[in-house]
């Protein structure tokens, strides 16, 4: 992730250069990332990929541009928040689509979208409780990398696999079986910290009520 971040660096300064506004580049992401959607939805899996690759990059630059011009502001992390919400939806909403002729195959894009929805929320709500809980797994670049794997490389391991109980693309639901699992079950366990936080700072359940 740091050589990621890092690599980000020239294009990000180039973006400062122009005097490209960092909520251009926010919602830049969003259109990018939203494309996914369809694409996925249609079957085009490596390009979903892309689109969500390419979001993903646009939503790093916003935040490098807000520091380096110094114009970083509370609206800004409000409305990146948001918009990472609506990204991290896309490519799943689309999977969901596209296998919507099988309820089990379908549940398993829907089940990661809910526990992306989640864990980001329940990280969300901890933060503005002022909790400091450890990171956990399945952090959103974690997610989103998963993801962009089960788009673009899922599809042509799925080859090798072929169809097993008719399953499309296995691999792909594979992967992201996993990001469910773990998701879900880490938004419980960050909630079960979150809880024991604040009983221990005397702001917990009151008469064992839960």
Known sequence: MEAFYWSFQLPGRLFVRLGVAPDTLTWT???????????????HFSTAGLFVL??????SFDGLVAR?????SDYGE???AVIDRYADMAPLVGLVIFYRFSVEQMLVPFLTLVGSVMLSYVRAKAESLKLDLPGGLMRRHERITYVVVALVVGPELSHWLGSPFGVVHPATLTLLALVALISNVAAMRLTLNARRALAQAGR???????
């Open 78 to 80: 409000m409305l990146d």
């Open 54 to 59: 390419v979001g993903s990059a646009f939503d």
């Open 68 to 72: 380096e011009r110094k114009i970083a």
């Open 204 to 210: 917990g359940p009151l008469g064992g009520q839960s």
């Open 29 to 43: 992401s969003l259109w990018l990332s939203a494309c996914a959607a369809p694409a996925a939805a249609l079957g």
